[in-house]
């Protein structure tokens, strides 16, 4: 630094005539100058450095004023981060109605694919898309020659067994004449014997005389042998009759069993000609089925089929159908309902359809049938509703055809109600519901049944299980429930318990809650399982 001075100081003193310059631009002032900057730069690092060691050295020894405090305020913190979350308690409900909604789609009353029962070109298509048609129409004719055949062969085969049948009449006829001569006979027969007994008794006695007379002297011994003779012979001729009677009777018999044999005859021939008619019937039911029939009254939807068309018997694998009709003048708007509604579904439910393509549209009526079991595939119950869908003259033909039937089954099931007009107008213009088209029923179920509910906004859901948020000594628990009833405010739930069964396996029981339950009903899965928080209660 001496030396700097110094040197600073001299050339300060005699500066060099050729190199005056302002001092402030000067190298060796700018470099003097860098130098008492890093200088003072470097130790006021040291100043620094120095005071915090003292400061910690001071901090180490002496007792901080500010640090008593501290613990108080960090549990005060802690204290303010818990969180209050939102808890109801169930409520018992009773007679809170539910409306339930879920997809429709509306379907055809019926709807039949008819398909070929024979092989064969197609002859003729007597129908055409929209065209209406009746019950036991043709709509198309395949042609099957060998068909027609067997028809006329059977038909041939009736004729031959009906003549087969009065040739056996005849027999019986000739059989029972035959018999009538028999007994005719034997009426005879019978009295040639009493002649031949008569004659014989006659020449018995004759023959007594003789002997007598002959034994007095009174005739010659040839005289008593001719008598002997003629009563021989008179013994004979009775046995003669008598063994004409036995004969009589015997074709008697004789004829009795061709009567039976004509009349058993008889009986094989109608027999034949029944078996005939069947394989008539047979044969003609086979030629049917080179005629596609309308099965009910409909309008025809598809068609596959032109004349010259080669078609395949559906009966010896698949094959297209050819012709579809549907009967739209009913139909059937049906849903799948989730097995917690199941229970409370019932015939007559009040149910509300909508359609999409309909806006503006809401037609009441009832449920007309449902099925009786919940289908394991997708724990759901199909319901449906039949709607009449044709104009004001046809349903009151329905409604008298209703009435007629003793049994009054005139739809799908055997005690339908006759279904509502789904449009209840005669305008020439109204809508009409088309097979295909979706939308919405919507039931009126009965209530929760005097048990605990909760707001539907306490169940939630994770990885497919339904959970509530309990909340027991000021901390969380998650359990898993099986949601038996919502209306999609309220929720009536069952909680599922895990208990060991005998077999060593766990298995799964349902609990009611209790109604003194703390629920969660806001951000559960924010708040979590096993949380610390603060409850408000809240009342819904």
């Not at 049944?449 to 509530?468: E, K, M």
């Not at 005998?502 to 949380?531: K, M, P």
């Amino acid at each position: 630094m001496t030396n700097d001075n110094a040197n600073e100081s001299n050339s300060g003193a005699n500066p060099p005539s050729h190199s005056r310059q302002p001092s402030g631009l000067h190298p060796l002032n700018t470099r003097r100058t860098m130098r008492r900057r890093s200088g003072a730069l470097i130790a006021g690092l040291f100043v620094i450095g120095g005071t915090g060691v003292a400061a910690g050295v001071v901090g180490g020894i002496l007792p901080n004023p500010f640090s008593p405090g501290m613990p108080k305020a960090a549990a005060s913190s802690a204290k303010e981060s818990v969180p209050t979350v939102k808890v109801v308690r169930p409520k018992r409900e009773a007679s809170v109605p539910i409306t339930v909604d879920q997809i429709a789609t509306v379907e055809p009353y019926y709807r039949a694919d008819l398909r070929a029962r024979a092989s064969g070109i197609v002859r003729s298509v007597n129908a055409d898309i929209g065209d209406k048609v009746k019950t036991g129409d043709v709509l198309a004719i395949i042609d099957v020659p060998e068909s027609d055949q067997d028809v006329a062969k059977c038909e041939a085969m009736i004729l031959q067994r009906q003549q087969e049948l009065k040739v056996s009449v005849a027999k019986l006829k000739d059989a029972k004449a035959a018999r009538d001569v028999s007994a005719a006979t034997i009426k005879q027969r019978e009295a040639d014997v009493q002649g031949a007994v008569a004659t014989r008794d006659l020449k018995k006695r004759k023959f007594a005389r003789f002997q007598e007379l002959a034994a007095k002297g009174s005739v010659v011994g040839s005289v008593v042998e001719e008598e002997e003779r003629d009563y021989l012979s008179s013994e004979a001729a009775v046995t003669s009759a008598k063994a004409n009677v036995e004969r009589a009777r015997a074709d008697y018999a004789e004829s009795e069993s061709k009567i039976e044999a004509a009349a058993a005859d008889i009986e094989l021939k109608t027999a034949q000609i029944e078996v005939a008619r069947k394989d008539l019937e047979r044969a003609k039911a086979i030629a049917d089925y080179a005629r596609i029939m309308a099965p009910f009254d409909g309008v025809v939807v598809r068609r596959t089929i032109d004349p010259g068309s080669f078609v395949q018997n559906a009966t010896t694998g698949s094959s297209e159908a050819l012709i579809s009709i549907a009967k739209v003048d009913l139909v059937t708007v049906s849903a799948k309902f989730p097995d917690s509604v199941a229970p409370s579904v019932a015939e007559n439910t009040p149910a509300l359809v909508t359609v999409d393509d309909l806006p503006g549209v809401s037609i009441a009526a009832t449920v007309t049938r449902f099925a009786p079991s919940v289908q394991n595939s997708d724990r759901t119950m199909r319901v449906e509703v039949d709607l009449f869908n044709g104009d004001e003259d046809d349903y009151r033909r329905l409604v008298e055809v209703a009435r007629q039937k003793e049994s009054g089954r005139h739809g799908k099931g055997q005690n339908d109600a006759i279904p509502v007009r789904a449009f209840p107008t005669s305008a020439a213009k109204s809508p009409r519901l088309i097979p295909g088209m979706t939308g919405n029923i919507r039931l009126t179920v009965g209530g929760f049944g005097d048990s605990f509910v909760l707001p539907n906004t306490a169940v939630y859901s994770r990885s497919g299980t339904s959970y509530i948020l309990l909340v027991k000594d000021g901390r969380t628990k998650q359990v898993p429930v099986r949601v038996q009833l919502t209306d999609g405010k309220t929720v009536r739930l069952a909680v599922i318990d895990k208990r060991k069964g005998a077999d060593g396996g766990s298995r799964d029981v349902l609990a009611e809650l209790t109604g003194q339950e703390e629920v969660v009903v806001a951000r559960q899965l924010e708040i979590g399982d096993g949380a610390s928080v603060k409850t408000g209660l809240s009342e819904w």
